[in-house]
């Protein structure tokens, strides 16, 4: 029987694969993703320069660390 360490284990594992999963082949400014997975709206230039592996634009990614903050 798993304890609740090897299911946080699994679900983490498993939100990582997701996440490599939607990320370009080759990450780069070129290949970057360039419209928020949230809002939909553009993802400024300066973030995708600075952060090419983003997929939410800044205010999204706020809103998604203070519910995650929350949850625990």
């Known amino acids: 029987m798993a304890?609740?360490?090897d299911i946080a284990s699994e679900?983490?594992?498993n939100r990582l694969e997701g996440a490599l999963a939607k990320r370009p082949r080759w990450i780069g400014i070129d290949m970057a993703v360039t419209t928020c997975?949230?809002?939909g709206y553009e993802i400024p230039q300066a973030r995708r320069k600075a952060a090419p592996w983003?997929?939410?634009c800044i205010e999204c990614q706020g809103i998604r660390e203070k519910r995650r903050r929350h949850v625990r």
């Open 37 to 39: 997975d949230d809002c």
């Open 54 to 56: 983003a997929v939410t």
């Open 11 to 13: 679900m983490m594992q």
């Open 3 to 5: 304890d609740n360490a």
